[in-house]
């Protein structure tokens, strides 16, 4: 049953659980402080309004001082405020993230979809992380935890 507003002539207004049929047969309820007969108050609507946009991000941005139309100040702010809004985007919600990795590879095959540097180094050593990748390696240990010969540095002993 939907909920109304009534008010009575003496200024008290209250709501009133009601089906339709009721209220269609003017059985308005009774006003609690006096007993005197009600009306029933124009509902409000209720709705939502509004649309949800992502930001666009860096590869929409433009990519050169023509595209920035010559340097426009508020251009520019615009593209700022445009990126920064869309990092705390990708921030909350990494899943809306886009690949940093650099693009090796972008003609040809590759064309629908470029190959990046850490797909490469993937393919090319699939024991390798993108750690690695990166030059972060650890020195090889043996298996008691030592640094193995072929990581010490200088001549062999």
């Known amino acids: ?29 009774q006003c609690p402080g ?8 124009p509902t409000a609507g209720a709705g939502l309004t509004g649309t949800a ?10 990519a050169s001082w023509n595209g920035t139309r010559q340097g426009d100040r508020e251009y ?3 593209w700022r405020r445009t990126l920064d809004a869309r990092a ?3 921030a909350k919600h990494p899943e809306l993230g886009t690949t940093r990795s650099p693009v090796v590879a972008h003609e040809g095959h590759y064309e629908g979809a470029p190959l990046t540097l850490s797909e490469l180094t993937r393919r090319s050593d699939p024991g390798r992380t993108d750690q690695a990748a990166t030059g972060t390696r650890t020195a090889p240990t ?16």
């Open 88 to 90: 705390r985007l990708e």
């Open 34 to 41: 006096c007993g005197r007969p009600t009306r029933r108050l």
């Open 53 to 62: 946009t992502v930001p666009a991000g860096p590869d929409a941005a433009p």
């Open 142 to 157: 043996d298996p008691a935890g030592a640094p193995s010969d072929a990581s010490r540095s200088g001549p062999p002993p």
């Open 76 to 78: 520019v702010a615009h």
């Open 1 to 29: 049953m939907p909920l109304f507003d009534f008010r009575c002539g003496c200024g008290r207004t209250f709501e009133a659980l009601m089906s339709f049929a009721a209220l269609r047969a003017s059985n308005t309820p």
